[in-house]
């Protein structure tokens, strides 16, 4: 592994460049942490070069936005780290709002991007999402960031995988509670998803897309994923029966089959 920052953002490249192997950049969600995609490494890190990086805002990386922040921005951002360590296009895997980073550049800078996974994201404001952040941002500014941590999972995982792992979830509480962002970083990256809105030029985007939603994702609806499989012009559609919206985590084994599938299917 080798690692650095480029324009503050704090990035990790996995496995070498062989000859002929391809490169994914993985982009987290809310969270924006590369730790998110732990469960997937072992898989892709056998058969590409793998590119982890924290958002701007959150973990390693800068802990400020840009000015103001959009989804578009996030995209931008992964611009930079491909601009930084060389890479003229990649495959791109988005969680959330890293996979509508992914779509924002898929518009904006077709060129760079080969194939891309859109996981659990929407195209335009959802009101169910919407209700879901207005929670989130309640506990937020009325409670506090421990509040926020402790629900967050609610909101993630399936209530019988919750019961489970009980325990997991108390330990990861300590460490998120201590690495949160500050709050108006939090508040500019919620506000930022809410506003995205490329609804209307979905039909622009040329690159392959697999959208991978989960039935029982309790933040975003999946008939948001239904929807950017109907208007992408090249989309496949895989809907995992359980899971949760954090289903990367709760069911990686079938996940990790359809993304390698995908990006090595010609």
């Known amino acids: 592994m080798r690692g650095g920052t480029v324009d503050g953002l704090y990035y990790e490249v996995h496995g070498g460049p062989a000859a002929g192997r391809a490169t994914v950049i993985l982009s ?14 072992a898989a892709l890190t056998s058969r590409f070069q793998v590119v982890l990086y924290d958002h701007r805002g959150t973990g390693r990386s800068v802990r400020t936005l840009t000015d103001p922040h959009s989804v578009a921005a996030m995209g931008d951002d992964i611009i930079k780290i491909m601009d930084g360590i060389g890479l003229d296009r990649a495959h791109l895997v988005g ?76 330990a990861e509480e300590v460490h998120h509670i201590h690495g949160f962002p500050d709050p108006d970083v939090m508040r500019a990256r919620i506000q930022a998803l809410l506003e995205f809105d490329i609804d209307a030029d979905l039909e622009r985007i040329a690159c392959p897309v697999l959208v991978s939603a989960s039935a029982d994702d309790m933040l975003v609806p999946l008939a948001c994923s239904r929807r950017l499989a109907e208007r992408l012009p090249n989309a496949v559609l895989d809907i995992a029966p359980w899971g949760g919206h954090g289903f990367t985590v709760t069911a990686p084994e079938a996940f990790n089959a359809a993304v390698v599938n995908f990006l090595e299917g010609t």
């Open 95 to 170: 969680h959330a709002a890293g996979g509508n980073a992914g779509l924002a550049l898929a518009l904006d800078h077709p060129d760079r991007i080969d194939k891309l996974v859109v996981v659990n994201g929407w195209s335009r404001p959802d009101p169910h999402i919407r209700r879901c952040f207005d929670t989130r941002l309640a506990l937020l500014n009325n409670t506090g960031i421990a509040a926020y941590v402790h629900a967050q999972p609610l909101f993630l995982y399936p209530a019988d995988w919750l019961s489970a792992n009980h325990a997991r979830l108390e």
């Open 28 to 41: 987290a969600g809310l969270g924006g942490s590369g730790a998110f995609w732990a469960p997937q490494m």
